[in-house]
C-alpha cells in the first residue's frame, strides 16, 4: 500500500524559504509510472495546484508561483521536497503532497498525504 | 490560465436523493477532468478521472459525465457518509487548477 507523508516547519518567518518533504513508501520516486506533486489548501479556502516533479527531474510549476518555487527527487531516501521561498503570510496553508499518475494522458492524483499546516508568521 | 466553476457552492439534501453537481471550464478541456471528495479535516480522495472513469474502490454511487467545457458529478443515492466538499480539476494544462467546491450537506 503505497502512503505519503509530508514533514518539514510548522512555522515560517516572512520573507524566509519553506521547505517540505514528502517520504514515500510502498513505491519509488524513480518510477517511470507517476508523476509527484504538490497542493496547498489556504485556512478555509479550496485547494491550488502548486506543481509536479518527474524523476528524471522535469517539472511543471504553477505560473502564480513560478518564480519561487523549486522542487526536487532524492532516490536515495525515496521521497520529494518542495521549496517556496519569499514566503508572506498568504503562504500560509495546510500543504499535501501527492502521487500523480498518467494514464493515457490523463493526469490525476491518486494518492495524497495527509498534510502539514504551515504558518508564516513572525 | 483555465478557470473553473462549480455550482452549486452548497447543497442540502436528505440521506436517499440524487445529488448533481456542475463544473464548467473557461475553455474546453475534452475529457481531462477530475473530481474530489475532501472531508472535514482530512486529505482530498479521488472519485473520478477522465471525466467519467470511477477510481477503484469508490462506490457506483458517484458517476460523472460531460466533455468539453460542461461536466457533472453525480451521487445517485446520498449517504451520510458523503458529508463533504466536492472539488473538480482540470488537467488539460497547466495549471492544473481546480474549481472553488461545493460542500454537500444532509439535511
Known amino acids: 500500500q503505497v502512503q505519503l507523508q509530508e514533514s518539514g516547519p510548522g512555522l515560517v518567518k516572512p520573507s524566509e524559504t519553506l521547505s517540505l518533504t514528502c517520504a514515500v513508501s510502498g513505491d519509488s520516486v524513480y518510477s517511470a509510472d507517476y508523476y509527484w506533486g504538490w497542493i496547498r489548501q489556504p485556512p478555509g479556502k479550496g485547494l491550488e495546484w502548486i506543481g509536479y516533479?518527474?524523476?528524471?527531474?522535469?517539472?511543471s510549476y504553477n505560473s502564480s508561483l513560478k518564480s519561487r518555487v523549486t522542487m526536487s527527487v532524492d532516490k536515495s531516501k525515496n521521497q520529494f521536497s518542495l521549496n517556496l521561498s519569499s514566503v508572506t503570510a498568504a503562504d500560509t496553508a495546510v500543504y499535501f503532497c501527492a502521487r500523480v499518475v498518467v494514464g493515457r494522458g490523463y493526469y490525476h492524483m491518486d494518492v495524497w498525504g495527509k498534510g502539514t499546516t504551515v504558518t508564516v508568521s513572525s | 490560465d483555465i478557470q473553473m466553476t462549480q455550482s452549486p457552492s452548497s447543497l442540502s439534501a436528505s440521506v436517499g436523493d440524487r445529488v448533481t453537481i456542475t463544473c464548467r471550464a473557461s475553455?474546453?478541456?475534452?475529457?481531462?477532468l477530475n473530481w474530489y471528495q475532501q472531508k472535514p479535516g482530512r486529505a482530498p480522495k479521488l472519485l473520478i478521472y477522465a471525466a467519467s472513469t470511477l477510481q477503484s474502490g469508490v462506490s457506483s454511487r458517484f458517476s460523472g459525465s460531460g466533455s468539453g467545457t460542461d461536466f457533472t458529478l453525480t451521487i445517485s443515492s446520498l449517504q451520510p457518509e458523503d458529508l463533504a466538499t466536492y472539488y473538480c480539476q482540470q488537467s488539460y494544462s497547466t495549471p492544473q487548477s481546480f474549481g472553488q467546491g461545493t460542500k454537500v450537506e444532509i439535511k
Open positions: 475553455q474546453t478541456i475534452s475529457s481531462y
Open positions: 516533479i518527474y524523476y528524471s527531474g522535469s517539472t
